[in-house]
């Protein structure tokens, strides 16, 4: 079945950068766009945008362009999401999602918290 | 402004219904884009619950469905069970971000 699998946990100061992995199986990694998703400490679900692992094209919401840059490793099925300049209000868990190629909604990684602090 | 808007929070006894509204606009839901639900139990990553509207992935109980019309959805819980307790998002695409938009969740309470 489909697994995404996320690194751990990262404590960061504030200025620095942090790349999240997101391994992905049961499935043709290539074939399905993954997007990623932020979830601030008692707070609601944020879409941050996606890459299309096949070609490496993606798409940033607004909020995150110039700061967030989104990559992928084909050969290990691995999508990778890196935010830079981080500030404390970046702290979140942060997911990656498999969209299907159906529609607009998602299978879930299992999260992965980065804490912003000096 | 492109928001999905949700009540904070709705409750209700064992075995009774409830419903959690979703209500987006002309650029989202009212454009014909899909609305979906996740469910988010404590400490857990959210979980597909309903898509396209009225689907059930499969292993979702029927006690689950959705409905859409307009510029707003619904997703009713009949049946409810303490472990129905969780946050539950609305989502759909929406062509002004063009991007995804999340409703600001539910917090639903089993009494």
């Known amino acids: 079945q489909v697994q995404l699998v996320q690194s751990g946990a990262e404590v960061k100061k504030p200025g620095a950068s942090v790349k999240v992995s997101c391994e992905a199986s049961?499935?043709?990694?290539?074939?399905?766009?993954m997007h990623w998703v932020r979830q601030a400490p008692g707070q609601g679900l944020e879409w941050m945008g996606w890459?299309?692992?096949?070609?490496?094209?993606?798409k940033y919401a607004q909020k995150f362009q110039g700061r967030v840059t989104m990559t992928r490793d084909t050969s290990i099925s691995t999508a990778y999401m890196e935010v830079g300049s981080l500030r404390s209000d970046d702290t979140a868990i942060y997911y990656c999602?498999?969209?299907?190629?159906?529609?607009?909604?998602?299978?879930w990684g299992q999260g992965t918290l980065v804490t912003v602090s000096s | 402004q492109s928001v999905l808007t949700q009540p904070p929070s709705v409750s209700g006894a064992p075995g009774q219904r409830v419903t959690i509204s979703c209500t987006g606009s002309?650029?989202?839901?009212?454009?014909?884009?899909?609305v979906q639900w996740y469910q988010q139990l404590p400490g857990t990553a959210p979980k597909l619950l309903i898509y396209?509207?009225?689907n059930r992935p499969s292993g979702v109980p029927d006690r689950f469905s959705g409905s859409k019309s307009g510029t707003s959805a619904s997703l009713a819980i009949t049946g409810l069970q303490a472990e129905d307790g969780a946050d539950y998002y609305c989502?759909?695409?929406?062509?002004?971000?063009?991007?995804?938009?999340f409703g600001g969740g539910t917090k639903l309470t089993v009494l």
């Open positions: 002309s650029s989202n839901i009212g454009a014909g884009y899909d």
């Open positions: 890459i299309n692992p096949n070609s490496g094209g993606t």
């Open positions: 396209a509207n009225i």
């Open positions: 049961g499935y043709t990694f290539t074939n399905y766009y």
């Open positions: 999602a498999r969209q299907y190629n159906s529609g607009w909604y998602f299978d």
């Open positions: 989502q759909s695409y929406d062509s002004r971000l063009s991007g995804i938009l």
